[in-house]
């Protein structure tokens, strides 16, 4: 398996709007199984391929204390949606950065596995929100769009500057080279 590099916020290919998956094929499979490998060490509880800056509707997630419950959505849909409730979410492509957002409390969901047959599966608290997140994804959606402006200025500055630390941190870790 291969741990894949996550697209952080403001990338613009992460408002790309993904295309629906038609191939279920090994490489399907291996996607599914990189992408879980990323989202665990990440760690994270749920990755869009988007993330990964593959443009194809399939989402990963799990939100299980040990691990041990992967989810697997190709072409998920929200069929219905019921309730609502505020939970403070992060995103692995928004690293650090936390807030709360209102999203919808119980869906039901029809998607495809990776062999593309069809299920259905009703979802609820924290599992809920994780693929109402991940579907927003593959629609180029970011749960920093709900803030206000203000407030998503600052992320992105925020981001700058660690971004701006951490390449100076291994700039400085480089050996040095005589300059031709
Ligand atoms: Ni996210």
């Not at 992967?70 to 019921?82: D, R």
């Not at 690293?95 to 869906?107: A, L, M, Q, T």
């Not at 402006?149 to 951490?166: G, T, V």
């Amino acid at each position: 398996m291969t741990k894949l590099a996550i697209l952080e916020f403001p990338d613009p290919r992460l408002r790309t709007r993904a295309e629906p998956v038609t191939e279920f094929d090994a490489a399907l499979q291996q996607l599914a199984e990189n992408m879980l490998e990323t989202m665990y060490s990440a760690p994270g509880i749920g990755l869009a391929a988007t993330q990964v800056d593959v443009h194809r509707r399939l989402l990963v997630a799990d939100v299980s204390q040990d691990n041990d419950s992967p989810h697997v959505l190709v072409n998920p849909q929200i069929l219905t949606a019921e309730g609502t409730e505020v939970t403070e979410e992060g995103c692995l492509s928004v690293p650090g950065v936390f807030d709360e957002v209102e999203r919808s409390e119980r869906i039901r969901v029809r998607a495809q596995d990776v062999n593309g047959r069809t299920f259905e599966m009703d979802a609820d608290g924290l599992l809920a929100v994780c693929i109402q997140h991940e579907i927003d994804h593959l629609n180029g959606k970011l749960f920093v769009d709900y803030l206000s402006e203000l407030k998503r200025s600052k992320i992105r500055k925020k981001l700058d500057k660690e971004r701006r630390q951490r390449a100076a941190d291994a700039g400085s870790l480089r050996p040095q080279v005589p300059a031709l």
